[in-house]
């Protein structure tokens, strides 16, 4: 897992290396995940899909852009992000953790060249798992526990990332959307993440 993230960050370097623009349009991302997971399979599963709510989380990490154009540019970044779901019953809480290193592959199109601009977003994503907790929590200290279940989840996820937001100076707002595309459970039915995210974000350059 250390090679493919290694190789997909040198690789990501190399190119905006290349290019004289790289060091007028480099910055930071700050924000906040809501989670949840998707699961499909026997009637149990689908119960246990039903009770899953959203599980906040923190994204952050910085990003790159290359113009291509007045109009568009590529946009690729690399985030700590965490994923999940949550479920409340009976006064107690059980939730599931899913930590990555993601490079989101985007490229973006900006709606105007003033002080406040517009833009829309989207592109592939490639997660990295760094790691996964099954946490139950609010019941007698019998019951309660935390266990690294990293073992039935997929090392790589693949999803589609979209959205839009303004940028305003050297700061800006976005929200967007993560559409897990592949199953990330082995050994179970199917799991797939739906994250949306609000983030800050903050240029050095233009």
């Known amino acids: 897992m250390k090679f493919r993230v290694g190789a ?26 809501f989670a949840d997971l998707a699961i499909s399979g026997s009637d149990d599963e689908v119960e246990l899909d039903e009770i899953l709510g959203n599980k906040t989380g923190f994204v952050a990490g910085g990003f790159i852009e290359v113009p291509v154009s007045p109009a568009f540019s ?41 002080s406040v601009r517009p833009f829309v977003t989207a592109g592939p994503a490639f997660g990295f798992k760094t790691s996964t907790k099954a946490k139950l929590e609010g019941f007698s200290s019998e019951v309660d526990f935390e266990e690294d279940n990293g073992d039935e989840i997929e090392p790589v996820e693949f ?38 995210s609000v983030l800050f974000g903050f240029s050095f350059g233009k």
């Open 74 to 114: 590529f946009a690729p970044e690399v985030l700590f992000t965490q994923k999940g779901a949550k479920a409340e019953q009976g006064g107690g809480t059980f939730s599931l953790e899913l930590t990555q290193v993601q490079v989101p592959v985007l490229f973006k199109a900006n709606f105007s060249s003033g």
């Open 159 to 196: 999803s589609l990332v979209f959205g839009g937001g303004v940028k305003f100076g050297q700061a800006s707002l976005e929200a967007r959307y993560d559409l897990g595309l592949n199953d990330l459970a082995k050994d179970v039915s199917e799991i797939k993440s739906r994250t949306f």
């Open 8 to 33: 997909i960050l040198a690789a990501v370097a190399m190119f905006v290396a290349a290019s004289p623009t790289y060091a007028q349009n480099v910055g930071l991302k700050v924000g906040v995940n």
